[in-house]
């Protein structure tokens, strides 16, 4: 019930003073028309008498006057609020705009933000990293710095290390290992010394281009290729740089020579090569030094029957390396470098 009184005084609080003295006058009008006319008192004190004036009827009078009056207020305060339902809004602020106020009902039309980063439209705002045009992005995949290169470049690597030397002309890799026909020979035939000749250019291949055994690692091509009772000689037959002193500045190895066939007195085929070997080597990671090193295998194998290949002797010399190594190894010397001595073959 309270909380309807204070709806109700908050509803008439809205109402213009002009206008609830106006709906005052109207109610009491209407109170006085419906007054009822005067009774007639009874004399007595008897049971259902009205008594004395004031007592009794006059309170019931006041009653129905209270009531007659609140019927007319709401009467009359929902006729106004019928004709000016606005009288329900909120209020607004003084200078703030109302809800027909058409600034808030158009479409809104708002302007970029110059100093807005997230906004796309502004061409030239520093700090879109969507922008083209923008040569100051610190994510520009062309900065040298962001190239994600650890190790810096002393210099370009050449095109083609073995471009106007000597060893141009030389043949590509295995295919430089060509070995002659195959002829019936000192008392075996034909199909034995052509199974010898390709026992003899694969020993060959295995110990000067296995990328693994030149490299410095195990010579595992080799020692399948041997005889087993020669597996323990391949990693002294193999050309092996020392490792972390060389990497090869291209795929390509130059190969050139001869393999000569002669027969034994005693029986078998002599298998005499002679080859020039020629590394494009490089230190690691520094291009700009690229040395052409020629290794220069010389040996004999000798074929026996059902095409078994034994190694008589092979043995290389290298230039340019260092000559005061005691191990395997193949020690380059580039220029610039200054090893102390260094051996040198014929050309």
């Known amino acids: ?12 609080s809205q109402i ?8 005052r006058e109207a109610a009491a009008k209407a109170a006085r028309q419906a007054r009822p006319a005067p009774r007639a008192r009874r004399s007595g004190g008897s049971a259902g008498s009205w008594g004395p004036p004031g007592y009794g009827g006059g309170r019931r009078r006041r009653g129905w006057l209270a009531v007659v009056v609140a019927f007319a207020v709401l009467v009359s305060a929902g006729s106004v609020l019928a004709f000016r339902p606005d009288f329900l809004s909120p209020a607004v602020p003084d200078g703030l705009p109302s809800i027909e106020d058409p600034l808030l009902s158009a479409d809104p ?3 970029s933000d110059p100093q807005d980063p997230s906004n796309p439209q502004d061409p030239s705002n520093p700090q879109d990293p969507s922008n083209p045009q923008d040569p100051s992005d610190p994510q520009d995949p062309s900065d040298p710095q962001l190239s994600g290169d650890p190790r810096p470049s002393d210099g370009p690597r050449p095109a083609d290390p073995f471009a106007g030397s000597p060893e141009a002309g030389f043949a590509d890799g295995a295919a430089g290992f060509a070995m002659p ?3 019936a020979l000192g008392g075996l035939p034909k199909k034995d010394v052509a199974t010898g000749l390709g026992r003899v250019r694969e020993l060959m291949i295995a110990a000067y281009l296995d990328p693994t055994a030149i490299m410095g690692g195990p010579a595992i091509t080799l020692r ?5 009772e020669q597996r323990e000689m391949a990693d002294g037959l193999v050309t092996a740089f020392a490792p972390g002193t060389a ?3 291209t795929d390509v190895i130059k190969v050139d020579g001869t393999t000569e066939l002669s027969p034994y007195a005693g029986g078998g085929v002599r298998v005499t090569v002679r080859y020039r070997v020629v590394y494009a080597v490089q230190p690691v990671g520094h291009p700009q030094r690229v040395v052409r090193l020629v290794v220069q295998p010389r040996g004999t194998f000798r074929l026996r029957e059902g095409g078994r290949v034994l190694v008589e002797d092979l043995r290389a010399s290298a230039t340019p390396v260092r000559c005061d190594t005691k191990d395997r190894f193949i020690h380059p010397v580039y220029p610039g470098s200054d090893s102390g001595c260094r051996n040198t073959i014929e050309a």
């Open 247 to 249: 990497e090869l500045a």
């Open 181 to 183: 026909a195959a002829e």
């Open 224 to 228: 399948g290729v041997l005889e087993p």
């Open 109 to 111: 039309q708002i302007p």
């Open 16 to 23: 213009p003073e002009d206008e609830q003295r106006q709906m």
């Open 1 to 12: 019930m309270d909380d309807l009184d204070a709806r109700f005084k908050e509803l008439v």
